[in-house]
Antibody, heavy 122, light 108 residues
Framework: EVQLVESGGGLVQPGGSLRLSCAAS????????MHWVRQAPGKGLECVSA????????YYANSVKGRFTISRGNSKNTLYLQMGSLRAEDMAVYYC???????????????WGQGTTVTVSS | EIVLTQSPGTLSLSPGERATLSCRAS???????LAWYQQKPGQAPRLLIY???SRATGIPDRFSGSGSGTDFTLTISRLEPEDFAVYYC?????????FGQGTKLEIK
């Protein structure tokens, strides 16, 4: 079964840091571009970051550029999002998602995790 | 930066009726890199349509996508009770890979 499972969310103070992980199974992880998408409470979806299959290409939304770092461990089938200088507006459910087709950087997202919740509050 | 505007914000219909959801882009999308997702409360989004008109695996044929350039439409031919949800369009051909603000499809 193709599956993505996020972890690492929790409560963090403003200005703090957190690392999210996304464990992939059931497919050849190293062949796919991966994404982080977030959803603030009661709001819509925002593409936060993406990374190419070999890790050589990355994308960041302007709202997180310079504060978040995406990475992947293809030998561990795991995607990461290191989040720093967290703000109240970063509070959201964070989903990891897989690109639809292998090796494509620009693609829709067809497999999603269940999400992990990040709460930023003092 | 491409902005996607979805309309209407809320659509109230009854099971069995036809639903037409609109997504308009502020600039023409390259190669029709437009997707539609369905999201139910407490769940992750689900891919319905990619490339503006291709159904994702396992998506019933009552869902169809059309359009090109700046104007795109998601049509649900005959609403089933499980179709009532929020629907998002997304462009993935350029950065930022923006989503529309969503259309809530509710039971009338």
């Amino acid at each position: 079964e193709v599956q993505l499972v996020e972890s690492g969310g929790g409560l963090v103070q403003p200005g703090g840091s957190l690392r999210l992980s996304c464990a992939a199974s059931g497919f050849t992880f190293s062949n796919y571009t991966m994404h982080w998408v977030r959803q603030a409470p009661g709001k819509g979806l925002e593409c936060v970051s993406a990374i190419s299959s070999n890790g050589g290409g990355t994308y960041y939304a302007n709202s997180v550029k310079g504060r978040f770092t995406i990475s992947r461990g293809n030998s561990k089938n795991t995607l990461y999002l290191q989040m720093g200088s967290l703000r109240a507006e970063d509070m959201a459910v964070y989903y990891c998602a897989r690109a639809l087709r292998q090796q494509l950087l620009l693609d829709a997202m067809d497999v999603w995790g269940q999400g992990t919740t990040v709460t930023v509050s003092s | 930066e491409i902005v996607l505007t979805q309309s209407p914000g809320t659509l109230s219909l009854s099971p069995g009726e036809r639903a037409t959801l609109s997504c308009r882009a502020s600039q023409s999308l390259s190669s029709d890199y437009l997707a539609w997702y369905q999201q139910k409360p407490g769940q992750a989004p689900r891919l319905l349509i990619y490339g503006a008109s291709s159904r994702a695996t396992g998506i019933p044929d009552r869902f169809s996508g059309s359009g090109s350039g700046t104007d795109f439409t998601l049509t649900i031919s005959r609403l089933e009770p499980e179709d009532f949800a929020v629907y998002y369009c997304q462009q993935y051909g350029s950065s930022p890979r923006a989503f529309g603000q969503g259309t809530k499809l509710e039971i009338k």
